[in-house]
């Protein structure tokens, strides 16, 4: 969900014309993300930044343009996959680099990094473990030491974070994360990190750091075949603007709002909720209670967020039915099945969307209605309670 502010930017764009590309001072051509670098180097203390299309091209191109036919040595408690199958040593492989895996799963130390470099070595490469935690013996090293050791080498530290993070997520009162800004004072000569996660911009992969590296990345013919469009610039510059007032990012950015808002609202939201839903849709019983919300989306994968659900239960179907239901009702509401009930997360609806959850749920639920359709999965449950 991008930012109204965001929305309104793109809609003047496509009405109107586009100055993307040109420097307005002197007319002449210009880089495509000029903008965006310059508000990365206000943000993160960056030299240069480049934007492809997402985290998964920012490695592709990192890789393919710094370390083809060269080696890349990456911890095995890193060897990640993300959703949708992105690996990273697939990832690797197709970039014409070769993995060099160092320590075990839950430790690995500076000494495995130093005794695996070699005469081909080009990258010692941090990559987050985004979603999910290794937790009991374990040990891995700080940044700050591996670029000592990469730069006493003369290799390149790249890190891929993740998540992309530009403020301390402490400041919300959330888990810590890495944060582009704290990797590039540790020594990274290069972060890469997606423009959709915590930056909560457009699907977008950015590469920040030195300048001569970045250059490298710019001038690679792939990097032609993994830039993004100009609606994609707009709305990141756009969005980066919002994250130059933390202070605001709470109000201007919907997931920010969404991830604060204090828990006493989203139980007194949930009370009045229930006792509409149950006033407008006969059939359905509902409540509310306490539960937890997770950020997911590859972003502080243990953190818990308090929240208020409410839950739902028809008399005529099934909660998987049910949900169903509401899920091909327009606009689609999307809710989770947990084991006998529908449950709405309030941290996940926007207080101006309620009037069109009570109405989503009224006219699924209603009894009077003629039951099923030509889809017969939505008959389960008939009769049954
Ligand atoms: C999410 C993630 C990626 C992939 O990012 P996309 O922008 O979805 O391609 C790569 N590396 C890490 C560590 C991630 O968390």
Same mark, same amino acid.
């Given at each position: 969900?991008?930012? /109204?502010?965001?929305?309104?930017?793109?809609?003047?764009?496509?009405?109107?014309?586009?100055?993307?590309?040109?420097?307005?001072?002197?007319?002449?051509?210009?880089?495509?993300?000029?903008?965006?670098?310059? +508000?990365?180097?206000?943000?993160?203390?960056?030299?240069?930044?480049?934007?492809?299309?997402?985290?998964?091209?920012?490695?592709?191109?990192?890789?393919?343009?710094?370390?083809?036919?060269?080696?890349?040595?990456?911890?095995?408690?890193?060897?990640?996959?993300?959703?949708?199958?992105?690996?990273? /040593?697939e990832v690797m492989a197709q970039s014409g680099?070769?993995?060099?895996?160092?320590?075990?799963?839950?430790?690995?130390?500076?000494?495995d990094y130093r005794e695996a470099i070699g005469?081909?070595?080009?990258?010692?490469?941090?990559?987050? /473990?985004?979603?999910?935690?290794?937790?009991?013996?374990?040990?891995?090293?700080?940044?700050?030491?591996?670029?000592?050791?990469?730069?006493?080498?003369? #290799?390149?530290?790249?890190?891929?974070?993740?998540?992309?993070?530009?403020?301390?997520?402490?400041? $919300?009162?959330?888990?810590?994360? !890495?944060?582009?800004?704290?990797?590039?004072?540790?020594?990274?000569?290069?972060?890469?990190?997606?423009?959709?996660? +915590?930056?909560?911009? !457009?699907?977008?992969?950015?590469?920040?750091?030195? =300048?001569?590296?970045?250059?490298? @990345?710019?001038?690679? !013919?792939?990097?032609?075949?993994?830039?993004?469009?100009?609606?994609?610039? #707009?709305?990141? *510059?756009?969005?980066?603007? +919002?994250?130059?007032?933390?202070? #605001?990012?709470?109000?201007?950015?919907?997931?920010?709002?969404? @991830?604060?808002?204090?828990?006493?609202?989203?139980?007194?939201?949930?009370?009045? +909720?229930?006792?509409?839903?149950?006033?407008?849709?006969?059939?359905?019983?509902?409540?509310?209670?306490?539960?937890?919300?997770?950020?997911?989306?590859?972003?502080? !994968?243990?953190?818990?967020?308090?929240?208020?659900?409410? $839950? @739902?239960?028809?008399?005529?179907?099934?909660?998987?039915? @049910?949900?169903?239901?509401?899920?091909?009702?327009? &606009? /689609?509401?999307?809710?989770?099945?947990?084991?006998?009930?529908?449950?709405?997360?309030?941290?996940?609806?926007?207080?101006?969307?309620?009037?069109?959850?009570?109405?989503?749920?009224?006219?699924?639920?209603?009894?009077?209605? &003629?039951?099923?359709?030509?889809?017969?999965? *939505?008959?389960?449950?008939?009769?049954? =309670?």
């Open positions: 969900m991008l930012a /109204p502010s965001v929305i309104e930017a793109i809609r003047q764009q496509l009405c109107g014309y586009a100055t993307l590309a040109i420097d307005r001072q002197t007319g002449q051509r210009k880089e495509r993300d000029f903008h965006i670098e310059w +508000l990365l180097t206000e943000l993160t203390g960056c030299e240069a930044a480049t934007l492809v299309n997402n985290n998964a091209a920012a490695t592709l191109l990192t890789l393919t343009a710094l370390a083809a036919a060269k080696e890349v040595i990456v911890s095995r408690g890193q060897l990640i996959e993300i959703g949708g199958g992105f690996r990273i /040593p680099a070769r993995l060099v895996e160092v320590g075990t799963t839950n430790r690995t130390r500076l000494s005469e081909n070595t080009a990258i010692i490469m941090r990559v987050h /473990p985004s979603n999910y935690r290794v937790v009991g013996f374990t040990a891995d090293v700080p940044l700050a030491d591996l670029a000592a050791l990469a730069h006493e080498r003369r #290799l390149i530290l790249v890190d891929d974070i993740g998540s992309g993070a530009l403020h301390d997520m402490r400041r $919300w009162d959330l888990p810590e994360e !890495p944060t582009v800004l704290a990797s590039l004072k540790a020594g990274a000569d290069l972060v890469l990190f997606s423009a959709d996660k +915590l930056l909560c911009g !457009p699907q977008g992969g950015l590469v920040v750091g030195r =300048r001569e590296l970045v250059e490298r @990345l710019r001038k690679h !013919p792939l990097s032609r075949a993994l830039r993004p469009g100009k609606l994609a610039i #707009l709305a990141l *510059e756009r969005t980066l603007q +919002l994250h130059l007032r933390p202070e #605001l990012v709470d109000q201007t950015i919907p997931a920010y709002r969404m @991830l604060t808002r204090p828990l006493d609202h989203l139980r007194k939201d949930a009370e009045t +909720l229930a006792t509409r839903i149950r006033e407008a849709a006969s059939g359905v019983e509902a409540g509310w209670r306490d539960d937890v919300s997770y950020m997911g989306s590859g972003s502080l !994968p243990v953190c818990e967020v308090p929240t208020a659900v409410i $839950w @739902l239960r028809s008399k005529r179907w099934r909660a998987s039915g @049910l949900s169903k239901k509401l899920r091909l009702h327009d &606009p /689609p509401v999307i809710p989770r099945v947990e084991h006998a009930e529908v449950i709405l997360d309030l941290r996940t609806i926007d207080p101006a969307d309620y009037d069109v959850v009570v109405g989503a749920v009224s006219s699924v639920a209603c009894p009077t209605c &003629p039951v099923g359709g030509s889809d017969s999965q *939505e008959q389960e449950g008939q009769g049954r =309670r």
